[in-house]
């Protein structure tokens, strides 16, 4: 089955911790974004990465995350120092960038941050 | 910039009545793809249904939608609610050139009473 794999699940940091979560594409795909979900609120655009380039982000993401996706088969998402702000849930997805029109980005299970 | 409505932020109905969830969207583009995901308690969005193509529908697990670009709509719907169909709702843009970055709306949750 196809899948996205995100780990850890859950994640518990103090204030001013430094925080990291993995991603895992679906085999194949070389584009990876990722997006923050607040108290199922809406999903927020962070960052995306083409071929394990970072292409676009958010300003947030450029002062205060660390991204890199260091091989087509893992990609990391990091804060450097953790906000009571930065709890929330991180949601990867990937795809394949082509001409299919029939395909959809396909999300992971998430990674929860709770900062305390 | 591109952005995407939901007027809904929580839709309550009785088993069996017709859903409708409300999407219109905003985007200087001619050709954006639309999508709803639905997310279940504690799960990720799912896709439900996708669309490029004007004035066309497209079906998908009882759910229906079609793009109207004249309006820059597309309301998701069903004919009958199930207690299952319980979750959030987001709509969602993209473009062509990157289908993979989605611009969500702030989604609506969906709650069936028996």
């Known amino acids: 089955d196809a899948a996205v794999t995100q780990k850890p699940r859950y994640l518990i940091k103090m204030k001013g911790q430094e925080a990291e979560m993995k991603c895992i594409p679906e085999?194949?795909?070389?584009?990876v974004f990722w997006y923050q979900q607040k108290q199922s609120k809406e999903l927020k655009f962070l960052i995306y990465?083409?071929?394990?380039?970072?292409?676009?982000q958010i300003d947030m993401v450029k002062e205060r995350f660390s991204a890199v996706c260091p091989s087509s088969s893992l990609c990391s998402l990091g804060i450097r120092t953790c906000e009571a702000e930065d709890s929330a849930l991180y949601l990867c997805?990937?795809?394949?960038?082509?001409?299919?029109?029939?395909?959809?980005?396909?999300f992971g299970e998430g990674t929860r941050l709770s900062v305390l | 910039g591109d952005s995407v409505t939901q007027t809904e932020g929580l839709v309550t109905l009785t088993e069996g009545l017709p859903v409708m969830l409300n999407c219109t969207y905003q985007?200087?583009?001619?050709?954006?793809?639309l999508f709803w995901y639905v997310q279940h308690l504690n799960e990720s969005p799912r896709l439900l249904l996708k669309?490029?193509?004007?004035?066309k529908r497209t079906e998908h697990q009882g759910f229906h939608a079609t793009l109207h670009k004249s309006s820059s709509s597309f309301h998701l719907q069903k004919s009958s609610a199930q207690l299952s169909d319980s979750a959030l709702y987001y709509c969602?843009?993209?473009?062509?050139?990157?289908?993979?970055?989605?611009?969500f709306g702030q989604g609506t949750k969906l709650s069936i009473k028996p």
């Open positions: 997805s990937s795809i394949c960038p082509g001409t299919d029109n029939n395909q959809a980005p396909l």
């Open positions: 085999k194949g795909h070389t584009a």
């Open positions: 990465f083409q071929n394990q380039q970072p292409l676009d």
């Open positions: 985007t200087i583009y001619s050709n954006p793809f």
């Open positions: 669309s490029f193509t004007d004035n």
């Open positions: 969602a843009l993209s473009m062509n050139y990157n289908q993979g970055k989605l611009i």
